[in-house]
T-cell receptor, first 116, second 115 residues
């Protein structure tokens, strides 16, 4: 079973609209962290937002928020008031456990295109 | 500035010619790792290191070697590159629990083409 599932290979969104990128995860570990990264065409991985499994509130960073629904094992990224510069590939990732390999398991990504 | 530095950014090489991709971090992180990114597959871990002289295989280690002789450096070695190792490679370092990023910092990536 996939540990991180991103079901939207591509999305087109009108500029200034809000957009939600879906991410579901699978783990039996009670301690885990969820990440979202942005990858523009230049290729670098840009950290957007982080949510720990024990965090009580949804994480927010400027225009980015993470809709964390623990019971449903979903961690959707919400971008408010989208901009042309938001066009990029977006990856959801998870780190499991408290010790040992700090491996990030990534989803296959969603390519977001903002239309003027 | 806290950063992970990878070199080179771009590399085209021929099958069988040994190469090394360097990675260095200035944050005194214990943990470092290498990922490769392929279309439709996301990023997958190649090798990781939990400290100096401690390395272990990730999910796709075949055809790669690593070493960790110093805390700051974690080079990726391809002894005999093959075309199926054409990929975008990322080095990352982390110190669990530090900062809002969950402690992870990625390098800028190395785009490798093996012909």
């Amino acid at each position: 079973a996939q540990k991180i599932t991103q079901t939207q290979p591509g999305m087109f969104v009108q500029e200034k609209e809000a957009v939600t990128l879906d991410c579901t995860y699978d783990t039996s570990d009670p301690s885990y962290g969820l990440f979202w990264y942005k990858q523009p065409s230049s290729g670098e991985m840009i950290f957007l937002i982080y949510q720990g499994s024990y965090d009580q509130q949804n994480a927010t960073e400027g225009r980015y928020s993470l809709n964390f629904q623990k019971a449903r094992k979903s961690a959707n990224l919400v971008i408010s008031a989208s901009q042309l510069g938001d066009s990029a590939m977006y990856f959801c990732a998870m780190r499991e456990g408290d010790f040992g390999n700090e491996k990030l398991t990534f989803g296959t990504g969603t390519r977001l295109t903002i239309i003027p | 500035e806290a950063q992970v530095t990878q070199n080179p950014r771009y590399l085209i090489t021929v099958t069988g010619k040994k190469l090394t991709v360097t990675c260095s971090q200035n944050m005194n992180h214990e943990y470092m790792s290498w990922y490769r990114q392929d279309p439709g597959l996301g990023l997958r871990q190649i090798y990781y290191s939990m400290n100096v002289e401690v390395t272990d295989k990730g999910d796709v280690p075949e055809g790669y070697k690593v070493s960790r002789k110093e805390k700051r450096n974690f080079p990726l070695i391809l002894e005999s590159p093959s075309p199926n190792q054409t990929s975008l490679y990322f080095c990352a370092s982390s110190s669990r629990g530090t900062g809002g990023s969950g402690g992870y910092t990625f390098g800028s990536g190395t785009r490798l083409t093996v012909v």
